[in-house]
């Protein structure tokens, strides 16, 4: 795709502020002293340095291993240098802006629309901090927007008369950006399934039926040496499973922020010591999860489920925000080393960026009036699918990334219709009633990142 500006002091002021966000983060993790790793992070890091010499490339039935085995392909060529993975994931990360710009307009955006998703997407300190962390997070971002693009040319494609060829290559390339991301995250597990969905049409079936086999066999390409090592250890085919364990740790979190009295690492403990297997591990922890509900009942336990678990999700207390220096029983790590000017002005921008984001893409999506395609259904199918899960399973504020670029990508709908009002769009319906739904949703979404501190008092005595 070719990026027109037409604007050139619009892409300046972009570039600069890009710049200034870069350098405010790069001098937050080294300026006084780099940012120590906190819990899975030391666990990529200690297990990559182990396959670098000679260790298990699959040691863990918990973790997916891809974020790993990139940084020990990254460490065997550049030496084990932490600064290395911070590069590449910038770029990656850049990678993510582009092709976020790119699928917007696939979803029918406009092109200044899309221009702002990706600027919200990349000046965002919170997002954008996501490239200095050894979490999996922007490399499976990465794959699954790289798929959703493929998955949107494949079906272009089968529309084309002499084209079902090329959208079987282009479905194998998607099943590859697919597999790849189940083997960084959990996350598609369930959803995967679905996207078959860019496949059906009503003519010319039989093509749809070939891409899709080949959307299948690419994932089987990349994820196949796992599922064997699965079935060799464990005697079922698998990647990753700590579900129950998120499920227990999603029931017995008590708190609407990250790393208040953070259950997850406490339970992770004796939920490994609680059987030699997978299916062991998980068959005593279903006991304790039907345990749980048969004691509060089921309409206790999902009142309180909706009362916490959205808090968690879309909370601005972000995890950029979290690590930095604050009160420990406010979940606040402080393993940046950041002086205090610095600080606030991180935890401003952060909560700044997060707020405009949300309210933002509030009123993208109640003012949006586009054609619904299967690409639009799939989306929404996805995003609907986050939500749900998120109501049980143990929730950081890092999920709600894989939402972002689709949050940043309504808001750029709304922004670019706020900055050029006189510019008729008529995919964006600003009508009266349209508006006050805006602002109710607005509303929630804001108190949903921001009560949570006033609600749990967490550094009350």
Same mark, same amino acid.
């Given at each position: 795709?070719?990026?027109?500006?037409?604007?050139?002091g619009a892409?300046?002021?972009?570039?600069?502020l890009?710049?200034?966000?870069?350098?405010?983060l790069?001098?937050?993790?080294?300026g006084?002293?780099?940012?120590?790793?906190v819990?899975?992070e030391?666990?990529?890091q200690?297990t990559a340095?182990?396959?670098?010499a000679?260790?298990a490339?699959m040691?863990?039935?918990i973790?997916?291993?891809?974020q790993? *085995? /990139?940084?020990a392909? =990254?460490y065997? #060529? $550049?030496? !084990?240098?932490? +600064?290395v993975?911070?590069i590449?994931q910038?770029?990656?990360?850049?990678?993510?802006g582009?092709?976020?710009?790119?699928?917007?307009?696939?979803?029918?955006g406009?092109?200044?629309?899309?221009?702002w998703?990706?600027?919200l997407f990349?000046l965002s300190p919170?997002?954008a901090?996501?490239?200095?962390?050894?979490?999996p997070?922007?490399p499976h971002l990465?794959?699954?927007?790289?798929?959703?693009?493929?998955?949107?040319?494949?079906?272009g494609?089968?529309?084309?008369?002499?084209?079902?060829a090329r959208?079987?290559?282009?479905?194998?390339?998607?099943?590859?950006?697919?597999?790849l991301? *189940? /083997?960084?995250k959990? =996350?598609?597990? #369930? $959803?995967? !399934?679905?996207? +078959?969905?860019?496949?059906?049409?009503?003519a010319?079936p039989s093509a749809g039926?070939?891409?899709?086999a080949?959307?299948?066999?690419?994932i089987g390409?990349?994820t196949?040496?796992?599922?064997?090592?699965?079935?060799r250890q464990y005697?079922t085919?698998m990647?990753?499973d700590?579900?129950v364990?998120?499920?227990?740790?999603?029931?017995?979190?008590r708190?609407?922020?990250?790393y208040v009295?953070?259950?997850?690492?406490?339970?992770l403990?004796?939920?490994?010591?609680?059987?030699a297997?997978p299916?062991q591990?998980n068959a005593?922890y279903?006991?304790?999860?039907?345990g749980?509900?048969?004691?509060?009942g089921?309409g206790t336990?999902?009142?309180?489920q909706?009362?916490?678990?959205y808090?968690?999700?879309?909370?601005?207390?972000?995890l950029?925000?979290?690590?930095?220096?604050?009160?420990a029983?406010?979940?606040?790590?402080?393993?940046?080393?950041?002086?205090?000017?610095?600080?606030?002005?991180?935890?401003w921008?952060?909560?700044?960026?997060?707020?405009?984001?949300?309210?933002?893409a509030?009123?993208g999506?109640a003012?949006w009036?586009?054609?619904i395609?299967?690409?639009?259904?799939?989306?929404a199918?996805?995003?609907?699918?986050?939500?749900a899960?998120?109501?049980?399973?143990h929730?950081?504020a890092?999920f709600l990334?894989?939402?972002?670029?689709?949050?940043c990508?309504?808001?750029?709908?709304a922004?670019a219709?706020?900055?050029?009002?006189?510019?008729?769009?008529?995919?964006?319906?600003?009508?009266?009633?349209r508006l006050?739904a805006?602002?109710a949703?607005?509303?929630?979404l804001?108190f949903?990142?921001f009560?949570?501190?006033?609600?749990d008092?967490?550094?009350?005595?």
């Amino acid at each position: 795709m070719r990026l027109r500006v037409r604007h050139r002091g619009a892409a300046l002021a972009f570039v600069a502020l890009f710049a200034l966000s870069q350098a405010l983060l790069w001098y937050a993790y080294y300026g006084h002293g780099a940012k120590a790793l906190v819990g899975d992070e030391q666990g990529y890091q200690n297990t990559a340095l182990a396959i670098l010499a000679g260790g298990a490339w699959m040691p863990s039935s918990i973790w997916p291993p891809l974020q790993p *085995l /990139l940084l020990a392909a =990254l460490y065997a #060529v $550049f030496g !084990p240098q932490l +600064l290395v993975v911070q590069i590449a994931q910038t770029l990656l990360l850049v990678g993510c802006g582009w092709l976020l710009r790119g699928l917007w307009r696939d979803l029918g955006g406009s092109v200044a629309a899309a221009n702002w998703a990706a600027a919200l997407f990349l000046l965002s300190p919170q997002i954008a901090a996501y490239a200095h962390w050894l979490w999996p997070e922007i490399p499976h971002l990465l794959l699954l927007l790289a798929a959703l693009r493929l998955l949107a040319r494949a079906r272009g494609q089968l529309q084309a008369a002499d084209a079902s060829a090329r959208a079987s290559v282009t479905a194998l390339l998607a099943g590859l950006g697919v597999g790849l991301a *189940l /083997l960084a995250k959990s =996350l598609l597990s #369930v $959803f995967w !399934p679905l996207f +078959l969905l860019m496949f059906v049409q009503r003519a010319r079936p039989s093509a749809g039926w070939r891409a899709g086999a080949a959307f299948v066999c690419g994932i089987g390409l990349v994820t196949a040496p796992a599922l064997v090592h699965g079935w060799r250890q464990y005697g079922t085919p698998m990647i990753a499973d700590s579900s129950v364990y998120n499920l227990w740790v999603g029931l017995t979190d008590r708190w609407r922020s990250d790393y208040v009295q953070d259950m997850g690492g406490v339970e992770l403990p004796a939920f490994l010591a609680s059987g030699a297997t997978p299916q062991q591990r998980n068959a005593v922890y279903r006991d304790k999860v039907r345990g749980y509900v048969e004691a509060h009942g089921l309409g206790t336990v999902l009142t309180a489920q909706l009362g916490r678990q959205y808090f968690r999700l879309f909370n601005a207390k972000t995890l950029l925000v979290s690590q930095l220096p604050g009160p420990a029983c406010a979940g606040q790590l402080s393993v940046y080393h950041s002086p205090a000017w610095l600080t606030r002005s991180l935890t401003w921008l952060s909560e700044a960026s997060h707020a405009l984001i949300l309210g933002a893409a509030a009123f993208g999506l109640a003012c949006w009036r586009r054609r619904i395609g299967m690409l639009e259904r799939v989306v929404a199918l996805l995003i609907a699918c986050q939500l749900a899960l998120f109501a049980f399973i143990h929730v950081k504020a890092r999920f709600l990334l894989p939402m972002l670029p689709f949050l940043c990508g309504l808001a750029g709908d709304a922004l670019a219709r706020g900055v050029a009002p006189r510019r008729a769009v008529a995919a964006f319906a600003p009508t009266a009633p349209r508006l006050l739904a805006a602002t109710a949703l607005a509303a929630a979404l804001l108190f949903l990142a921001f009560a949570p501190v006033a609600l749990d008092h967490p550094c009350t005595p």
